[in-house]
C-alpha cells in the first residue's frame, strides 16, 4: 500500500514537469504567446486579438506581483525556520558548543578474537565467576573491521596504524608514509595544530610502529633511530607530542653510552631536553608525579630499555616498571588538567602493545595477561570519561592477530557433546 503510494506520487510529480517541459521545447516565444491568448479565449470565452509582441500592462504588474509575493514568501520561511530552531534549542536546554573534547584512542595490538575468548574463559577460572561473567572490553564491543595493507593480505602493526592515524592504507613497514613514500599528516599532529594537547602510552619501545605513526614517517619501522629523533620534534613539525610514556630507552642513548641500541653517537635525551621535555627512567620517578598532579609538560617517560616486560612477569617487579592502567590513569590527569583553562581538549593513544608479541610467539599465558591489562587500562580510561567534566571519547580497536591462536579441543575418537559416545 504504503509502496504504490509512493509509486504514484512519484509518477504524477514527473507527469507535471514533463508537460510544460515539452511543450515549450517545441515552441517559440511567439507560440507560447498564442497559448495564454487561447487560453483567456477558453476562461473568458471571448476571442481575444492580441499580436505575439504584445503584452498587456496587467501582465506586467502580475509578473512584479508574484515575484514580490515570493521574495516575501521565502523571506517568512526563513524567519519561521530560525525561530524553531532557537525554539528547539531552548527546548533542550543545549549548551552553546565550546567544541572542547578528549579522544581517548586504544589499540589492543595484534588481538584476535580468539586471544578475548580465551581471556574471558581465564577470568572466569580464576575469578570462580559464572560463564556469563564479561570483561570490560565485551560490554563495548560492537563489531569487527577487515585489516589488510596495501601490500599484504595481512597487515603489520605499521600499515595498520598508518590507516589509524592518516585513513589510508600503506604498505607493511611503512610509518605514516603513503605507498609512494610521501608523508601523510596524522590524527595526533592535526590535533596538536588545533591547539589540543597530546600523548602516548605504550608497554612497547616508543619508537615501535604503533606510537611511531602518530608522530614520525620513515619508509621502514626498523628506522627506530630516526624514529626516536622525530618524536622528541627534529622533525618539520617540530615537537607534537606532549607526553611520551614506555619503553624503548636504548634508541635515545648514544651509542657510546651503556645500554644504547643505536647506531650513531647521537643524544636523543639531549635533543628532548633541548626542545623542553622534562625526561624520566624509572619508577621512582614515575611515583613522584603523583598520579599526574606533579607532572611538568612536555614530558617524556621511558622505562625500560627496550620493552616493558610482559604483564605476567612485570607483575613481579612493580617497583621497576609501571603498568599500562598506571600511565594510561597519569596521563589522563595530567592532561586534563593541563587542559582545564583551555577551550580545547586532548588527545590520547593507549596500546595494549604487547598482546601482539606474545601471539607472535604463541605464549598463551602471557598473552591473557596482556589482554587483562588491556582491560583494566580501559576500565581506567571509562573511569576518566565518566567523572571528567570535559567531554570526552574512548575508540578502541584492533589491527590484526598475530600467532593464529586456536582454542578448539576435541580428544580423539569423541564427541564434546555426548561424553557416552566414544568411537
Ligand atoms: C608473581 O605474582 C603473582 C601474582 O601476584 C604470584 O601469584 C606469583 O607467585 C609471583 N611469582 C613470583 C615468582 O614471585
Not at 515570493?70 to 567544541?99: C, E, M, R, W
Request: glycine residues 8%; hydrophobic residues 35%; negative net charge.
Amino acid at each position: 500500500m504504503f509502496r504504490s503510494g509512493s509509486t504514484f506520487a512519484v509518477s504524477a510529480f514527473i507527469m507535471a514537469v514533463d508537460r510544460p517541459l515539452l511543450a515549450s521545447r517545441n515552441s517559440s516565444e511567439a507560440s507560447n504567446d498564442r497559448d495564454i491568448a487561447e487560453e483567456d479565449a477558453l476562461l473568458t470565452g471571448h476571442p481575444t486579438k492580441r499580436s505575439s509582441d504584445g503584452r498587456r500592462p496587467w501582465a506586467f504588474w502580475r509578473e512584479v506581483g508574484l515575484f514580490v509575493w515570493a521574495v516575501v514568501a521565502t523571506a517568512f520561511v526563513i524567519v519561521l525556520a530560525v525561530f524553531y530552531q532557537k525554539s528547539q534549542d531552548s527546548k533542550h536546554n543545549y549548551k552553546s558548543p565550546s567544541g572542547k573534547r578528549n579522544l581517548i584512542f586504544m589499540v589492543s595490538d595484534g588481538m584476535g578474537p580468539t586471544s578475548l575468548s580465551l581471556t574471558r574463559s581465564f577470568m572466569q577460572f580464576q575469578n570462580g565467576a559464572p560463564w556469563s561473567e564479561q570483561l570490560v572490553i565485551d560490554q563495548h564491543l560492537i563489531g569487527q573491521s577487515r585489516t589488510r595493507s596495501s601490500s599484504s593480505l595481512i597487515t603489520d602493526s605499521a600499515a595498520g596504524a598508518t590507516a589509524f592515524s592518516c585513513a589510508m592504507k600503506s604498505y607493511n613497514g611503512a610509518i605514516s608514509v603513503t605507498p609512494d613514500h610521501e608523508p601523510c599528516g596524522t590524527v595526533l599532529e592535526a590535533a596538536k595544530k588545533a591547539g589540543y594537547m597530546t600523548g602516548l602510552v605504550v608497554t612497547t619501545r616508543i619508537t615501535d610502529a604503533t606510537p611511531a605513526c602518530f608522530a614520525a614517517h620513515v619508509h621502514q619501522r626498523g628506522e627506530e633511530d630516526r624514529i626516536a629523533e622525530q618524536m622528541v620534534g627534529d622533525y618539520p613539525l617540530g615537537r607534537v607530542v606532549d607526553l611520551m610514556f614506555g619503553g624503548g630507552r636504548c634508541h635515545f642513548l648514544p651509542n657510546s653510552a651503556d645500554h644504547s641500541c643505536r647506531g650513531d653517537n647521537k643524544d636523543i635525551v639531549e635533543l628532548a631536553k633541548n626542545n623542553g621535555f622534562n625526561y624520566i627512567d624509572n619508577r621512582k620517578a614515575f611515583d613522584d608525579l603523583k598520579g599526574g598532579s606533579g607532572l611538568d609538560f612536555p614530558m617524556l617517560g621511558l622505562f625500560a630499555e627496550t620493552d616493558i616486560p610482559y604483564e605476567i612477569d612485570r607483575r613481579n617487579e612493580t617497583d621497576v616498571y609501571p603498568s599500562l592502567h598506571e600511565m594510561a590513569e597519569v596521563a589522563l590527569k595530567a592532561l586534563s588538567e593541563a587542559t582545564r583553562n583551555s577551550d580545547k581538549g586532548f588527545f590520547l593513544m593507549v596500546e595494549g602493545s604487547r598482546i601482539d608479541h606474545a601471539g607472535h610467539h604463541n605464549d598463551p599465558a602471557a598473552q591473557v595477561h596482556e589482554v587483562l591489562a588491556y582491560d583494566k587500562a580501559m576500565t581506567s580510561v571509562l573511569d576518566f570519561l565518566k567523572h571528567d567534566e570535559t567531554e570526552g571519547v574512548m575508540v578502541s580497536t584492533s589491527d590484526h592477530e598475530t600467532g593464529g591462536l586456536a582454542t578448539a579441543r576435541r580428544k580423539p575418537f569423541t564427541r564434546p557433546y555426548h561424553s557416552q559416545y566414544s568411537y
